[in-house]
């Protein structure tokens, strides 16, 4: 009897650390973290230039983000046209070489615009997909840091990011790695600058 009965307490044991040395456990991580199922590999930064003039700036979101996008390329003397709410029946592709899209929902935005989240990514998802048929480069550039992050603004986020050629994002707006899994995923460059002066330095090398 004690014979049989070290042997099932031996069994337990083994058992109880197999559980508790378990490689896959990814427990209370989250995605993109050591452990997540998810491979995360290196992002490289933009190498060449592989955009051209001229470019035309839109929002995903409708926050301020794409205006203000605008007036920091002008500041830089890099001049674009922005239409914030353009549609795809409007968007005029042969006029355009580039696509810029400023990311970021903003719900005092949208109100202002009339329209509400779904119908502002049917529009995003459309010109995108214009963009795409006339064969344009698309970048898009989070600006907003960490303030502009936040279910409505990742819903814009998840949806456009992998569409584009280039990311540029604002220190503090990839802080739980997001667009660093978007970049991986979809081997698309990225890089991150620490202020929003940076990106009037930063974006207009994107072009050649």
Known sequence: MKKVLSFVLAGAMVLSLAACGDP????GQAPG???????V?????????????????TSAGQSADA???SAILEKAGFSCDIETSIG????????YKTLIIGVGGSQK?????????DVEQERVDAVVAKAEEADMTIIVAHIGGSPRRGELSDGFISAVSPKADYLLVVAGGDDDGLFTQIASENGIPMDTVETLADVGTVLPKAFK
Do not use: H
């Open 67 to 69: 205006s203000m996008l």
């Open 33 to 39: 973290s050591a452990g997540s199922s998810t491979q």
């Open 41 to 57: 590999t290196e992002v490289t930064g933009l190498t060449e230039p592989i955009a051209e003039t001229p470019a035309l700036i």
């Open 109 to 117: 935005g949208l109100g202002a615009a009339g329209v509400d989240a």
């Open 88 to 95: 795809a029946d409007s968007f005029d592709t042969s006029a």
């Open 24 to 27: 896959g456990s990814t427990s």
